[in-house]
């Protein structure tokens, strides 16, 4: 239970973003909650998470996850560049992301 709540954190963080950068471009109120709730819930599925696992893998799970979904958001949905170096960098997070799962 405590990986999903982590992928769950990791989810919301990536949301809490995304909301992050509508927030800029629109500066509408529903943005600015949805932001909140984003991070609530985020910080939220952390802390359930870390009750079991060790902080420094909750940690370094949470921010892969969150980093690397909102620059696969940006590429998709925001125009943001998508050459191959940019993929292949995404990717060695995620990997590592894994890695740190299969040693905890």
């Known amino acids: 239970m405590d990986w999903l709540f982590l992928v769950l954190a990791g989810c919301m963080e990536m949301f809490a973003v995304t909301m992050m950068n509508k927030w800029h471009a629109d500066r509408k109120w529903l943005s600015f909650l949805l932001l909140l709730l984003g991070f609530g819930g985020s910080f939220l599925f952390l802390d359930l998470a870390m ?6 893998t909750a940690y370094a799970v949470w921010t892969g996850i969150g980093a690397a979904g909102a620059a696969i958001t940006g590429m998709l949905f925001y125009r943001e560049p998508k050459d191959w170096k940019r993929i292949v960098f995404i990717a060695m997070i995620l990997v590592s992301a894994i890695g740190l799962k299969l040693i905890s």
Not at 51 to 56: D, F, I, Q
């Open 51 to 56: 009750e079991t696992l060790p902080m420094g």
